[in-house]
Each structure stands twice: as C-alpha cells, then as structure tokens.
C-alpha cells in the first residue's frame, strides 16, 4: 500500500504565492521520479514539473520561471513552490511518484489533488 497526500492549496489573489507539499507513505522501496500535474475545469491533466530522485527537473512552458519543484527523498516528499500566479493557474493539482516496490518493479501512485483558485 502507498498513499499521496498534498496539501497546500486554497485561494489566493493573481500575483501571490501557494507551496504544495506530497508525502508518500507506505511500502516503498525506492522513489524514481515524483511530479505535479494540473487539470483546469473543463480541460485535460496536464503536466507542471518533475524531479528525478537525483534533482534533475523540468517544466510546462507555461510555469518556467514561475513555479520551482523539489524533493526531500529522506521524507518521501515533492514540494512546488508556486509564485507569480496567474488566474490561468486555477486547477486541481496532483502529485504522482514512480514508486518501487521491490524487485525491481515500479508504479505510477497519485495523490487525490488539491484546489488552487487564483482570483483576478
């Protein structure tokens, strides 16, 4: 068993600043990659940020610059740091880990997402 958990989101007005926490728990073995994924109301899921276990991270065109994504691997937890935001930004996020659970086998895990509302 492996559970996400975010929290972090709420409503805050254009301009302002949101950080999103995820830990995962459970039976894991080992972490690869951990993200953020967003769904806008009336659209597709679509990807924010991720981090590989060793740092390396990318991001949508439309957040470069604007959001910062990290790790604490010694919690299990994926951080996004979400500045400058925009009305656009309002969407359910979601984090997801690529979860070992021994023998070399891995699965996608998600959390149940959390509501960021930009105002303005």
């Known amino acids: 068993q492996v559970q996400l958990v975010e929290s972090g989101g709420g409503l805050v007005q254009a301009g302002g600043s949101l950080r999103l926490s995820c830990a995962a728990s459970?039976?894991?073995?080992?972490?690869?990659?951990m993200g953020w994924y967003r769904q806008p109301p009336g659209k597709q899921r679509e990807l924010v940020a991720t981090?590989?276990?060793?740092?390396?991270?990318n991001y949508a065109d439309s957040v470069k610059g604007r959001f910062t994504i990290s790790r604490d691997n010694a919690k299990n937890t994926v951080y996004l740091q979400m500045n400058s935001l925009k009305p656009e930004d309002t969407a359910v996020y979601y984090c997801?880990?690529?979860?070992?659970?021994?023998?070399?086998?891995?699965?996608?895990?998600w959390g149940q997402g959390t509501q960021v509302t930009v105002s303005s």
């Open positions: 997801n880990a690529e979860v070992g659970r021994g023998w070399g086998r891995f699965y996608d895990y």
């Open positions: 459970g039976s894991i073995f080992s972490i690869n990659d």
């Open positions: 981090i590989t276990s060793d740092g390396r991270t």
